[in-house]
């Protein structure tokens, strides 16, 4: 009884202290504008099943995908063992779900080929990080945290799956001894490996078990609180991310409604703008002027890096990495909720995104191109926010590098990019 007692308290306790953590991170997405991401259901439903569930994009690289594929199973289904465990640890019953005979002798089997797999795909992971050294995991903006991050949660899920495979070891071989609780149940093609290795007192078995028994649910809920201070929140975050994707073509940019009816006021004298108590700004300054979307898309990276391995711009050694811009607006959304929960409101820090976190030079060294959006594997759009912090810079700064302001001058002069005059712009198709 007490050890279910201390279960039932880590087990609440866990779930209490992720709900808190997740109402936070739902907070500071919410202090993006609005943004309508629920037309068309059946399209966006197909796209989460395509993008989400069958990690469609990514196998664009066929060997991370692979490994990854196997993480993401192994993760899916072999928590599906977490309800047996959950029921057993509250009700001090064991294998409680052994009554499925065969079936559950499958789902046993089933499982520890997944552990491995799991294992062996997190092994190949970590060297590929830390020994082969991937170039795009090896940016500046992964330095510290962000790399020691990726490399604890691989470790973490390989000595879970090593517990949960030597858990299965202890238990078949309690089973083989007859030991008090542990009746024959289960298929286990791979711990049975593990046998010659353990102790032979039945004694030094059980603890064995147990011990590992309780390292495997004790390390899985620890690292449900741990989700959202890392990056794979992803693990969650994919699925609404990839739901509420931008539908429209990839080149198309959004219209502000502000100026598109000022537009309209100059053209027609007789059209009367809608009234709007909203404070108008052009463009984003700070996480708060950006869409919810945008900062779902900020928690949601992955920063697998995909985007900025592809990126032309990086590509040729400039500064920007629309990485770094996910990274960013994330650091500073989560910067921006602990301000306003710590005062009852939002509290001038004299910090905003642009500059202090996202500077002019990475904004406009970026093409405009769409390949990190093409990229990323659950439909992140770090144009998206580029294109609206540039906006600020223009529309309200007039900041912007002399080359724009010389293309807007011939715009404004000439209707056109160039600086020949309106009369000359067909001359080329006199030309022979």
């Known amino acids: 009884m007490i050890g279910q007692l201390i279960f039932a308290l880590c087990f609440a306790g866990s779930l209490f ?3 808190k953590n997740a109402k936070q991170i739902y907070r500071n997405i919410r202090l993006g504008r609005a943004v309508d991401r629920f037309d068309k259901p059946s399209e966006r439903w197909r796209t989460m099943l395509l993008i989400a569930f069958g990690q469609k994009k990514m196998f664009k690289r066929i060997t991370p995908a692979l490994l990854h594929l196997f993480v993401y199973l192994g993760f899916v289904i072999i928590n599906i063992e977490m309800l047996e465990i959950v029921i057993d ?50 940016s500046k903006e992964l330095d510290h945290w962000p790399k020691t991050d990726a490399n604890l949660i691989l470790v973490t899920e ?17 089973q083989l001894y007859g030991f008090e609780h542990f009746k024959s149940v289960g298929s286990f093609p791979v711990s049975q490996y593990l046998l010659p290795y353990l102790p032979t007192s039945t004694s030094t078995l059980y603890m064995i078990e147990r011990s590992c028994w309780w390292f495997h649910i004790m390390g ?26 931008n539908l429209d073509p990839k080149g198309k940019l959004s219209n502000m409604t502000t100026v598109t009816n000022e537009v309209k006021a100059m053209l027609d004298p007789s059209f009367t703008p809608p009234p709007s108590d909203a404070i108008i700004r052009f463009g984003a300054k700070d996480v708060q002027d950006l869409t919810w979307k945008n900062l779902l898309d900020a928690y949601t990276c992955t920063e697998c890096g995909r985007c900025t391995a ?40 004299s910090k905003s995104l642009i500059d202090n976190y996202i500077s002019r030079e990475e904004l406009w060294a970026c093409t405009s191109c769409n390949a990190c959006v093409e990229q990323c594997p659950v439909n992140i759009n770090p144009l998206d926010i580029i294109i609206e912090l540039r ?37 080329w198709t006199q030309q022979q």
């Open 17 to 19: 202290f992720f709900s």
């Open 89 to 138: 640890g509250l009700f001090g019953t064991h294998r409680i779900f052994s009554f499925l005979g065969g079936f559950y002798d499958f789902l046993i089997g089933s499982f520890e080929w997944l552990a491995l797999a799991v294992l062996l795909s997190c092994l190949v992971f970590l060297i590929r990080r830390n020994i082969v050294k991937v170039n795009r995991l090896q």
């Open 158 to 174: 390989i000595l879970l799956m090593s517990a949960f495979l030597m858990m299965n070891a202890a238990d078949l071989k309690l």
């Open 220 to 245: 899985v809920l620890a690292f449900l609180n741990y989700l959202p201070y890392s990056k794979h929140l992803h693990i969650i975050l994919a699925f609404p991310n990839t739901y509420f994707s």
């Open 310 to 349: 592809s990126c032309p711009a990086n590509i040729t050694g400039k500064l920007l990495s629309p990485r770094k811009i996910m990274m960013d607006t994330r650091d500073r959304a989560t910067e921006v909720g602990h301000n306003i929960k710590k005062n009852g409101g939002f509290v001038e820090d």
């Open 391 to 427: 906006r600020f810079a223009v529309m309200e700064e007039s900041q912007a590098p002399t080359s724009i302001n010389n293309m807007f001058g011939n715009i404004e002069n000439n209707g056109a990019p160039w600086k020949y005059a309106q009369m000359d712009r067909a001359n």
